[in-house]
C-alpha cells in the first residue's frame, strides 16, 4: 500500500492543474487541505465544480470522488491519469451538456482507460479522454447500462428501448398570474393568434361556437401552433395554424364518463376576430402561456404501458387472479411489475416538476385515482360488466395504450378554481393516428377529480 508522502508529486501536480476553466465556470480544489487522500485503502479526490453567470456564482458542487484501490496502478499512472483527465474537463464536461448537467464525479466514468496499455502519459490520457466521438459512444454506453440496472428490478432489464420510448416529449404550460382589476387588460394585451388559456376566443368570421345539443361549450385554450413548432414534444402537430380546445363541464345526455369537446384548426392568422362567449357565466378567467419543455413516463397508475412488456401469459394471470379476489376465490398474484420499483423508475426517469399545478400540453397524463388511458377507453361504454381478467378487459387495456394526450388542465392554479369542475384534471384526448392525421373530431374529453 502506498504511503501518503508517496503521493506528494501527484498532489503537486493537481496542485499546478487547479483551477481548470470551464465555459461556464470552473472546477477547483474542495477545502480539504489537500487535493488527493487515501481513505481506507482507497484513492479519494476533493473536487468542486462553481457555475457563473455573468461573474457571479450560482450553483456550487462539491464532492469526494473515491476512484479506487489505491494499489490498483502505481502512483505514477494514477497521477498521469488525473491530470488527463483535468486536461480534458473542458470536452467532457460539455459532452455531457453542461456543469448543470453533471456531478464532479461523472468526469471519472471513463476510468476504464486506466487498464489501456497504450496510454502512459497525461498527454495520452487527455487525447483519448478528449475525442467527442469516444466520449459520445462512452456516454451512450453508460446510459445504456444505467438503464439496465435501474430495469432489472422490474424484469424489464432486456426492454431497454421499449421502456426509453415511453419517455415523451411534454409541454409544462405556466400560466402568467393576474390581478383581479386587471383581467380585461390582461385579455386585450394578448395580440390576436397568440397562446391563452381561457377569455375569449380567436376564431375566424365563418367559423360557428361549438355547441352540444344548443348548448354552447366553454373556451378552455388556444395555441399558436408556430410558436410551438420549435419544441420537440409538437413534432405530431400541424406547424402553422391557432388550435382552440373547447370542453362540456358535464357528460353528454347518457354519457356518464365522457365529456364532448372540441377541437378547432384555424390557418387564416389574418382574418381571425376575437369573440366574446355566449355564455359570459362560464367563461374562464383569460391567462397568457409560456412553455417549459419536460420529458414524462406514464405514471404509476398507468402501470399497463410496462406490464405489457412483460410475457402476456404472466400478464393475463395476475389481473385474472385480481378478478377472482375480488370474488373471495383466491390470492392476489404477484403483479408483472413490482410496484416499489417502478415508481423509482418513473420518479427517476421523469424529467419533470411533480408539484402542480400541471397544465400538460402533450406527453403523458398525470393521474388522481385510476388510470387516465383506461378512462379514456372506457368512457363510452362505461365499466358496467367489467372483468379485469377476462380476455375482452386485457384488449381493452391494450387498446387504451393507443390513445395519446392532447391537452391536461389542472382545476386549480394557485389555490383559484379555474375550470368549471371540482378539482382535479380535465383531458383532451386523442387516438395515436387521428393526432398523427390530424383528425380533430376524434378528440375525447375525461377527468378525473378529489
Known amino acids: 500500500?502506498?504511503?501518503?508522502?508517496?503521493?506528494?508529486?501527484?498532489?503537486?501536480?493537481?496542485?499546478?492543474?487547479?483551477?481548470?476553466?470551464?465555459?461556464?465556470?470552473?472546477l477547483t480544489q474542495t477545502g480539504a487541505e489537500v487535493p488527493l487522500w487515501i481513505d481506507e485503502g482507497r484513492l479519494v479526490l476533493g473536487l468542486r465544480s462553481v457555475m457563473r453567470d455573468e461573474g457571479m456564482v450560482i450553483d456550487v458542487r462539491e464532492q469526494e470522488v473515491v476512484l479506487g484501490r489505491v494499489d490498483a496502478y502505481p502512483i505514477a499512472?494514477?497521477?498521469?491519469?488525473?491530470?488527463?483527465?483535468?486536461?480534458?474537463?473542458p470536452t467532457i464536461v460539455d459532452s455531457l451538456g453542461g456543469l448543470e448537467a453533471c456531478l464532479p464525479c461523472e468526469l471519472f466514468?471513463?476510468?476504464?482507460?486506466?487498464?489501456?496499455?497504450?496510454?502512459?502519459?497525461?498527454?495520452?490520457?487527455?487525447a483519448k479522454l478528449g475525442d467527442r466521438e469516444q466520449l459520445e459512444r462512452w456516454n451512450q454506453a453508460l446510459e445504456q447500462a444505467a438503464w439496465r440496472a435501474q430495469l432489472?428490478?422490474?424484469?424489464?432489464?432486456?426492454?431497454?428501448?421499449?421502456?426509453?420510448?415511453?419517455?415523451?416529449?411534454?409541454?409544462?404550460?405556466?400560466?402568467d398570474p393576474i390581478e383581479d382589476d386587471a383581467e380585461?387588460?390582461?385579455?386585450?394585451?394578448?395580440?390576436?393568434?397568440h397562446s391563452r388559456l381561457g377569455g375569449d376566443p380567436d376564431l375566424l368570421p365563418d367559423q360557428p361556437w361549438p355547441e352540444v345539443e344548443g348548448e354552447p361549450m366553454v373556451f378552455v385554450a388556444q395555441f399558436d401552433l408556430a410558436e410551438l413548432a420549435e419544441f420537440e414534444a409538437a413534432a405530431e402537430l400541424?406547424?402553422?395554424?391557432?388550435?382552440?380546445?373547447?370542453?362540456?363541464?358535464?357528460?353528454?345526455?347518457?354519457?356518464s364518463l365522457e365529456h364532448p369537446v372540441a377541437l378547432l384548426h384555424s390557418l387564416d392568422r389574418d382574418a381571425l376576430e376575437r369573440r366574446p362567449s355566449p355564455e359570459p357565466r362560464d367563461r374562464l378567467r383569460p391567462h397568457a402561456?409560456?412553455?417549459?419543455?419536460?420529458?414524462?413516463?406514464?405514471?404509476?397508475?398507468?402501470?399497463?404501458?410496462?406490464?405489457?412488456?412483460?410475457?402476456?401469459?404472466?400478464?393475463?394471470?395476475?389481473?385474472?387472479?385480481?378478478?377472482?379476489?375480488?370474488?373471495?376465490?383466491?390470492?392476489?398474484?404477484?403483479?408483472?411489475?413490482?410496484?416499489?420499483?417502478?415508481?423509482?423508475?418513473?420518479?427517476d426517469r421523469s424529467e419533470c416538476d411533480f408539484d402542480g399545478p400541471v397544465h400538460r400540453l402533450l406527453g403523458h397524463p398525470s393521474s388522481i385515482q385510476g388510470d387516465p388511458y383506461l378512462d379514456v377507453e372506457m368512457s363510452r361504454q362505461g365499466w358496467e360488466g367489467w372483468d379485469e381478467g377476462s380476455v375482452e378487459a386485457l384488449e381493452r387495456r391494450e387498446r387504451a395504450l393507443g390513445w395519446r394526450l392532447l391537452l391536461q388542465v389542472d382545476a386549480?392554479?394557485?389555490?383559484?378554481?379555474?375550470?368549471?369542475?371540482?378539482?382535479?384534471y380535465f383531458y383532451f384526448w386523442l387516438p395515436a393516428d387521428a393526432l398523427a392525421k390530424h383528425e380533430w373530431s376524434r378528440a375525447r374529453g375525461c377527468l378525473q377529480c378529489h
Open 289 to 347: 402561456i409560456h412553455f417549459e419543455p419536460e420529458r414524462v413516463m406514464p405514471a404509476l397508475e398507468s402501470a399497463f404501458h410496462f406490464e405489457v412488456l412483460r410475457p402476456r401469459a404472466e400478464v393475463a394471470a395476475f389481473y385474472a387472479s385480481l378478478a377472482q379476489a375480488s370474488l373471495g376465490r383466491g390470492r392476489v398474484e404477484a403483479p408483472p411489475v413490482d410496484p416499489q420499483a417502478l415508481a423509482r423508475l418513473v420518479v
Open 1 to 26: 500500500m502506498p504511503a501518503l508522502h508517496e503521493l506528494q508529486g501527484a498532489i503537486e501536480a493537481l496542485r499546478q492543474a487547479l483551477p481548470v476553466p470551464l465555459r461556464q465556470g470552473e
Open 184 to 193: 380585461d387588460d390582461a385579455q386585450e394585451e394578448t395580440e390576436l393568434g
Open 77 to 89: 499512472r494514477w497521477q498521469a491519469y488525473l491530470e488527463g483527465v483535468l486536461r480534458a474537463a
Open 412 to 424: 386549480y392554479p394557485d389555490d383559484e378554481l379555474l375550470l368549471n369542475q371540482d378539482g382535479g
Open 152 to 175: 432489472e428490478p422490474c424484469g424489464l432489464a432486456d426492454r431497454v428501448a421499449e421502456v426509453q420510448a415511453l419517455l415523451r416529449p411534454s409541454l409544462r404550460l405556466v400560466l
Open 109 to 126: 466514468d471513463y476510468i476504464e482507460v486506466l487498464d489501456d496499455p497504450s496510454l502512459v502519459s497525461a498527454d495520452d490520457f487527455a
Open 238 to 255: 400541424p406547424r402553422e395554424g391557432l388550435l382552440s380546445c373547447f370542453y362540456a363541464p358535464f357528460p353528454a345526455e347518457g354519457q
